[in-house]
């Protein structure tokens, strides 16, 4: 089986696209549980984040799956498909890999280096082994990615020069603003980006935080762990106390806050304002940017800002992780690609061996047990010594480039039974 990835982030796709691909918690189930029914597919997962959807699959045939997937993707944003091509990126096999540990790393974020897509990854691996779609393959790969980036953050001081992308944001609304400490937030949604938000605003200093939300018993709950004021998102619209800075993260479907709703809100049009909107679809009216001392920062500008800034010294030591753990990674997948063979090789020369053995002991059966026990144990170690050499370069030789197949070439010199090798292949994969 081999590993493919189809997707589209930041790099690929402008925010209007990537809105419209943009899942929550149950489409992301919807769409692993679609793809894991395509006839070639074997295990499936999904990573969805606010500025990419990725679907990562065990595959047994390439073109047939790339093309279901990519139709998936592209009949969620009702645009002609070949438009939908240009947006997306497809990585195979080692390049999946690659692609996987890079993105895990926080190599390949809008915020170079940030921590939070980990918690992302670990979330798709979770999402994938609830539905049930995540097997041995995408297992050991994810848990292998987390790796690479928990090595990245541990060994490395990229966590200085790379933020989280709601830290870089209210980097930016504090340029608008001035410092957060003493500023007035308001912070509508209440998972996981609004904790982030709530959090780092609560750390900085800010002087009074209010939290909105759809259910306001997810407003209680996280305004609860930051001594900050719930309110339902049914009363944002009689709410009309003053605030510095507005960040959106519901998820919602449509808009949260129009141009009307915020201007209405600000009891001083004099006073500086700025309103984040960091939700895929949108939350926030564009045309909030058009209001008097209002600046808006979403994630289109922000991408922007952040490609233009440099990634500093530790980037490179997180490519090298990433590079170090990634050649580890292919070697063992390919050393173990040869294991069923070496083990269907082994298995065929015991096999012989004690056919010998029993030849042996009805042409011989006065032998004594001393002399039988001493020609058993000759026989086996001259079995171990052939075997030994072959099975060894084997491995080794399924590490060097080219098109051989040796295990495959092992196979036909041998004569092994291919429903031999394929029961020990389903033995690995079944073992806890």
Same mark, same amino acid.
């Given at each position: ?284 009216? /564009?045309?909030? @940017? $058009?209001?008097? !001392? %209002? &600046? ?5 500008? #922000? *991408? +922007?800002? =952040?490609?233009?800034? /440099?990634?500093? @010294? $530790?980037?490179? !030591? %997180? &490519? ?5 753990? #990634? *050649? +580890?990674? =292919? ?10 063979? %070496? ?90």
């Amino acid at each position: 089986m081999s590993v493919l990835v189809v997707g589209l982030s930041h790099k690929t796709a402008p925010v209007a696209v990537l809105e419209q691909v943009a899942l929550d918690g149950g489409g992301v189930q919807k769409l692993i549980r679609e793809v894991s029914d395509v006839e070639h597919v074997m295990e499936a997962t999904v990573i969805s984040t606010c500025n990419r959807t990725e679907v990562y699959a065990d595959v047994d045939r390439f073109h047939g799956s790339v093309e279901a997937i990519s139709r998936m993707l592209g009949e969620r944003t009702g645009r002609p498909a070949e438009e939908m091509l240009e947006h997306l990126y497809v990585h195979y096999d080692d390049g999946a890999v690659s692609h996987l540990f890079h993105v895990a790393a926080g190599l390949d974020s809008m915020v170079l280096g940030e921590s939070q897509i980990l918690g992302q990854t670990r979330e798709a691996l979770r999402v994938g082994q609830e539905v049930g779609t995540v097997g041995p393959a995408l297992n050991v790969l994810f848990q292998q990615a987390l790796r690479v980036g928990k090595r990245s953050h541990a060994e490395t001081d990229i966590d200085r020069v790379a933020p989280s992308l709601v830290t870089a944001a209210l980097e930016r609304a504090s340029d608008h603003v001035g410092p957060l400490a003493g500023k007035r937030v308001l912070v509508v949604g209440a998972g996981s980006m609004a904790g982030l938000t709530v959090a780092t605003v609560t750390r900085a200093g800010a002087g009074a935080v209010t939290v909105a939300n759809r259910s306001p018993e997810g407003a209680a709950r996280l305004a609860r762990q930051y001594d900050a004021t719930p309110i339902s998102l049914a009363d944002l619209g009689a709410w009309t106390a003053p605030v510095d800075i507005v960040v959106s993260c519901t998820g919602a479907a449509g808009q949260v806050l129009s141009a009307a709703a915020v201007a209405a809100r600000r009891t001083d049009p004099t006073r500086p304002l700025a309103v984040v909107d960091l939700a895929l679809p949108r939350d926030v009216d /564009p045309a909030v @940017a $058009d209001l008097p !001392g %209002v &600046r808006l920062v979403a994630l289109d500008t #922000l *991408a +922007a800002e =952040l490609e233009e800034s /440099p990634g500093g @010294a $530790d980037v490179g !030591g %997180v &490519r090298d992780i990433v590079s170090q753990e #990634l *050649a +580890a990674f =292919l070697t063992a997948r390919r050393s173990q690609s040869v294991t069923p063979t %070496v083990v269907a090789l082994r298995t065929m020369a015991t096999g012989v061996l004690e056919s010998e053995l029993a030849r042996l002991a009805h042409r011989l059966p006065d032998l004594d047990d001393a002399t039988r026990t001493e020609v058993e144990r000759t026989l086996r170690r001259l079995v171990e010594k052939l075997l030994h050499h072959p099975t060894v370069r084997v491995k080794e030789l399924a590490n060097e480039s080219g098109a051989v197949s040796y295990a495959a070439a092992l196979a036909e010199l041998f004569a092994l039974d291919p429903e031999a090798v394929v029961a020990v292949t389903r033995a690995e994969v079944e073992r806890p």
